[in-house]
């Protein structure tokens, strides 16, 4: 139970620290008219001011919490289960093929639960210029001879698809049904199997590379140091299948372009050439690192805390 209340505090103050960098990453690999991360930047401040960066938050912060309370709580039982199956003592250190095979679980489990949270997330994170692309789409459909002046064919910068989370939602159930909320979850697998296994590897070697000796605990600022390094890791080689859930994530029904993931990939690669996979992969470098600290940190402190008990 304590690995689970500390996951999800751990979670809380990572959504908090990342979210202004997700936003851009998205908006990068989903959207169009940035020419880098920098310029995205700028774009969102200027017409969204800072609550652009902050889009979609609310929702990521109350499920993002619950969402690594249960991946944080699950890895470390898969592992106490690994270890009384294999050795008979469920306190026995995993060996570097039971964490690959607790972190695999780990990452395949946690799309049940992330991919709705992510794809609301990035509806409400892209959802001005779905607005745009909507109103495009139903211009260039009129009858013949309709006309149809330009400034009424497009969204104003405030126009807005959906009210909230939970607007959003019901929305998605009402045009796309129950499996249109685990639209791009294959995608998702194929980013978090391998990507759980270099977050929580990298952080396991480097926390072992950082202690002083092989019984004292760590420093807070070797966790923070880890955590960091291992986020940055993990996002920076999750970053191709990102790029392709991404796209299928904010493919919304009235203007759907991709049929799934291999004609995403295909489509995607023909139109922007190999380099679109990498797209928002510094950010993610960037935004890895204080994201998963914050949250490793956290998560630590909170466990200490509670088994001083």
């Known amino acids: 139970m304590d690995d689970f209340i500390a996951g999800c505090i751990g979670g809380g103050c990572s959504v908090v620290v990342g979210h202004p960098l997700d936003t851009v990453k998205?908006?990068?690999?989903?959207?169009?008219?940035?020419?880098?991360?920098?310029?995205?930047?700028?774009?969102?401040?200027?017409?969204e001011t800072v609550a652009g960066f902050f889009k979609g938050m609310s929702?990521?912060?109350?499920?993002?919490?619950?969402?690594?309370?249960?991946?944080?709580?699950?890895?470390?039982?898969?592992?106490?289960?690994?270890?009384?199956?294999?050795?008979?003592d469920g306190r026995r250190p995993?060996?570097?093929?039971?964490?690959?095979?607790?972190?695999?679980?780990?990452?395949l489990m946690s799309v049940g639960l992330g991919a709705p949270?992510?794809?609301?997330?990035?509806?409400?994170?892209?959802?001005?210029?779905?607005?745009?692309?909507?109103?495009?789409?139903?211009?260039?459909?009129?009858?013949n001879g309709t006309t149809i002046p330009l400034r009424s064919s497009v969204a104003l910068p405030a126009q807005r698809l959906y009210r909230g989370p939970a607007h959003c939602?019901?929305?998605?159930l009402q045009t796309e049904g129950l499996q249109g909320l685990y639209r791009g979850a294959g995608a998702m697998i194929l980013r978090d199997v391998p990507g759980y296994t270099l977050y929580f590897i990298p952080y396991t070697l480097l926390c072992d590379l950082l202690k002083p000796d092989g019984t004292s605990s760590l420093h807070p600022g070797s966790i923070w140091l880890a955590g960091g390094l291992a986020g940055s890791i993990s996002w920076v080689t999750a970053t191709p299948a990102d790029v392709v859930k991404s796209r299928l994530q904010a493919d919304a029904q009235l203007q759907r372009k991709y049929k799934g993931i291999?004609?995403?990939?295909?489509?995607?690669?023909?139109?922007?050439?190999?380099?679109?996979?990498?797209?928002?992969?510094?950010?993610?470098?960037?935004?890895?690192?204080?994201?998963?600290?914050?949250?490793?940190?956290?998560?630590?402190?909170?466990?200490?805390?509670?088994?001083?008990?």
């Open 117 to 143: 949270v992510d794809l609301v997330k990035i509806r409400l994170q892209m959802q001005t210029q779905m607005v745009l692309a909507e109103n495009l789409h139903l211009a260039a459909n009129v009858p």
């Open 94 to 107: 995993c060996s570097m093929a039971d964490l690959t095979l607790a972190s695999m679980l780990t990452g």
């Open 262 to 309: 291999v004609h995403c990939i295909v489509s995607s690669y023909r139109k922007e050439g190999a380099q679109v996979f990498f797209r928002g992969a510094s950010v993610n470098a960037v935004r890895g690192f204080p994201m998963s600290a914050t949250m490793f940190l956290t998560y630590e402190l909170s466990l200490q805390f509670f088994r001083s008990f």
């Open 169 to 172: 939602i019901s929305s998605i």
């Open 59 to 88: 929702f990521p912060l109350a499920s993002v919490t619950v969402y690594n309370s249960v991946v944080f709580g699950f890895f470390s039982n898969t592992q106490r289960l690994i270890s009384q199956y294999r050795y008979g």
């Open 26 to 47: 998205t908006r990068l690999q989903a959207g169009k008219g940035y020419k880098n991360s920098f310029h995205c930047v700028l774009t969102i401040y200027r017409k």
